[in-house]
């Protein structure tokens, strides 16, 4: 069986979950003997796809893309895809994203992938959220099957999308092993000084990190015992520098940190939990990686966070200020309840690995055939 992933997610984003997903999905299919995989994106700027290896197709890495340069890039690799695609022949188009263009090749079958409705269950939050809503909706349509990456982004897909839910299926995400050895590798890094609460993603919008923030600053222990670190999402910004002020955090209490997945891991197991206060996810990829790495995990009681963190997580309802401190204040310093849930996370993460994902996704493209 031949299988051939596009370009489109490449020239979107730098690193990102979608990319290193379709990069795991196509490195474990590339191991199996009954299948051919091969990832074509002829120009893109994207650091999972250049560490891609054995894994065939046509590809280029631009270390940086200037802005004026984007749209001619992204029109030559277009072309060069479709060219590339139709003499591969495959026979099946695994699509990366929501493009309104068509690159199945006669014959092969279409999947697509959906990872979450967030513009569609909250557009009052995305000023342009009509232009992702549209593409969305109608690559789903035209699929000859969707995979969901949850139970909750599959009933989201059938309600927003019109898609018959004979044609969509579920089929979880998984963790890299690598990541969880590399949390090993850098037990003698720097730990921070104090105790802290690890915040993980972007800041803005459905993440909600500005609740938990108010949340954390209710909280008289939390405050004088813990600080609070944020990972990735850019730098802190002056707003929220001033709001940590106006909450009575003291400086230096809330910090950012950015960089590898090393450093991530590392904060993972120094930290006293991971806090995850989204609205909405379509899987929700942090918390399975802190499980996997021993770090207790607190997050929404909304969309499917329980189904992937299962048993294994401290509850709040991510609306509830009081709900968001009390779960925390239940988890943090208290070593019988992290112990207990870093337990229930280790067994927890072990259902979610790239070789069962590659798996079950094989099986959808056999049936289709």
């Known amino acids: 069986m031949k299988v051939t992933f596009d370009q489109q997610v490449f020239l979107l984003q730098e690193y990102g979950g979608i990319s290193r997903y379709i990069c795991s999905l196509a490195r474990e299919l590339a191991t199996m003997p009954d299948m051919q995989a091969q990832v074509v994106a002829p120009l893109h700027f994207n650091r999972n796809l250049a560490a891609l290896e054995r894994v065939a197709g046509m590809r280029r890495f631009l270390p940086t893309v200037n802005t004026k340069l984007f749209r001619p890039v992204a029109f030559v690799s277009k072309h060069l895809a479709r060219r590339s695609i139709n003499r591969f022949r495959p026979d099946i188009l695994h699509e990366t994203y929501y493009s309104p263009d068509d690159y199945r090749p006669t014959g092969a079958k279409r999947v697509l992938t959906v990872y979450d409705l967030i513009h569609e269950r ?29 139970e909750s982004t599959r009933r989201d897909v059938i309600e927003y999308c ?39 993603g972007a800041r803005g919008g459905y993440k909600n990190f500005d609740r938990l923030l108010r949340a954390f600053s209710r909280s008289a222990r939390l405050k004088s015992e813990f600080d609070l670190i944020c990972f990735g999402g850019g730098p802190l910004r002056s707003n929220e520098l001033q709001a940590a002020r106006e909450l009575g955090l003291r400086q230096g209490q809330l910090t950012h940190r950015g960089g590898s997945d ?22 929700g990829i942090p918390p399975i990686e802190a499980m996997a790495v021993g770090c207790p995990v607190i997050t929404s009681n909304t969309s499917s966070l329980p189904e992937v963190v299962g048993n294994a997580g401290e509850y709040f309802d991510p609306t509830d200020e009081m709900a968001i401190t009390h779960a925390i204040e239940q988890v943090a310093g208290s070593p019988t309840r992290r112990a207990e849930l870093v337990a229930l996370g280790l067994k927890q993460c072990r259902k979610f690995t790239w070789e069962k994902c590659a798996r079950e996704t094989r099986d959808i493209y056999q049936k289709l055939l």
């Open 262 to 283: 090393a450093l991530l891991a590392h904060l993972y197991g120094e930290a006293e939990a991971l806090v995850y206060p989204s609205l909405y996810e379509g899987f």
């Open 162 to 200: 019109g898609v018959a839910p004979e044609k969509t299926s579920v089929v979880c995400l998984g963790v890299d092993v690598g990541f969880i050895q590399v949390s090993e590798q850098t037990s003698g890094w720097l730990t921070p000084p104090r105790p802290f609460i690890l915040y993980v």
């Open 122 to 150: 909250y557009p009052e939050l995305f000023e342009r959220s009509h232009m992702t809503i549209g593409p969305k909706k109608a690559a789903a349509q035209r699929a000859d099957h969707v995979i969901c990456i949850s």
